[in-house]
């Protein structure tokens, strides 16, 4: 991370946990201003290892309720997904939604909002995409050039360092909420038409963990409710899941959606992630590697490491250095506690 160490010391230190979405949107807008003036600041953060889509957690300043539930409208019709994953395979993934050429749904209603330009950045690095971060001027501000351009993504490494040590700063094993699994059903305008007791729970949890307002709570539900009828009718695309983090809700939580019929209806599954749900998130927060992640699932089984050492063709020294880096990484006191926090 060369010449980022100040900014990823300075974004660690407004990364709270406790704090709300809005609150801590606001200091890292603060943090983020000196290196890219702005008027308002989006960050969204996605699993790498679940693709391109709906996002795990977020933090807003700036964008109102009214412009972020207009937002959810759009973005939740996956609008922004395949321009999101092209955008992450350019060389430089910025891009600045200019003023002079509102092409899009989206260009256009940041127009009536007031919005000159929004500057995006993809957030990436070897294991995928991490997210988005958006920052806007107003219609009267000066445009982003193409210093600002370089300047922000010289932001992406030290922000998804920080992001990911905001993640993993709490106990590897939370003792979790003891709730139960909680359902919904998403209309197919993106509306909740149903609720279970339990997901009215988890959704309170939810709001009360992080301050998430309404809009963007629903935001998320509409979102997956996209994805669960774009799988079912083309099975290559992105599974709809994403797996929060215990810092959001208090525990490793798994949210799945699938069609309830031809309608539009979508069930959406809240739940404590385990087993085969967490694995591939727990792996990318705590950067484990390919070959540290076929051990953790070999161990998930009861695998001795001698047994793990012939199944992978390895020697059980290579295999005791592989566990010891995963203690590392993670912070496990050992095998014991590192299968409590992925099957508890």
Request: charged letters at 20%; aromatic letters at 6%; hydrophobic letters at 40%.
């Amino acid at each position: 991370m060369p010449g980022g160490e100040r900014l990823y010391r300075d974004l660690r230190e407004v990364l709270v946990p406790g704090a709300g979405v809005e609150d801590t949107g606001a200091a890292l807008s603060g943090v983020i201003a000196p290196v890219v003036a702005h008027d308002a600041l989006r960050l969204v953060v996605m699993n790498p290892s679940l693709g391109v889509g709906a996002t795990a957690l977020g933090f807003w300043h700036g964008y109102g309720p009214d412009l972020g539930h207009e937002l959810m409208t759009i973005a939740a019709r996956g609008a922004n997904y395949p321009q999101l994953a092209r955008l992450a395979r350019q060389s430089v993934p910025v891009l600045v939604a200019d003023r002079r050429f509102r092409a899009s749904a989206y260009d256009r209603l940041l127009a009536r909002y007031g919005v000159g330009e929004e500057l995006c950045l993809v957030l990436r690095d070897g294991r995928g995409v991490w997210g988005l971060l958006g920052l806007l001027r107003a219609d009267d501000g000066r445009p982003f050039d193409i210093d600002d351009r370089h300047r922000i993504a010289d932001v992406g490494p030290p922000l998804i360092a920080a992001v990911r040590g905001y993640v993993t700063t709490g106990p590897i094993a939370p003792p979790g909420l003891g709730l139960p699994p909680g359902m919904l059903v998403v209309d197919a305008e993106g509306k909740v038409a149903a609720m279970t007791p339990q997901a009215r729970q988890r959704q309170a949890m939810m709001a009360q963990q992080q301050g998430a307002p309404d809009w963007l709570i629903e935001y998320c539900y509409a979102s997956l409710s996209f994805e669960a009828r774009e799988h079912a009718r083309d099975p290559r695309r992105r599974y709809a899941r994403v797996c929060t983090p215990s810092i959001v809700h208090g525990e490793w939580t798994a949210i799945e959606a699938q069609p309830l019929g031809d309608d539009g209806d979508v069930a959406i599954i809240i739940q404590r992630a385990t087993g085969e749900l967490l694995v591939p998130a727990f792996c990318d927060w705590y950067g484990i590697t390919t070959r540290e992640q076929q051990v953790v699932r070999h161990l998930q089984d009861g695998t001795a490491p001698k047994q793990i050492a012939r199944l992978l063709d390895l020697s059980v020294h290579t295999v005791n250095d592989h566990l010891r880096a995963i203690f590392r990484k993670t912070g496990a006191g050992g095998r014991d506690e590192l299968m409590a926090a992925l099957t508890a």
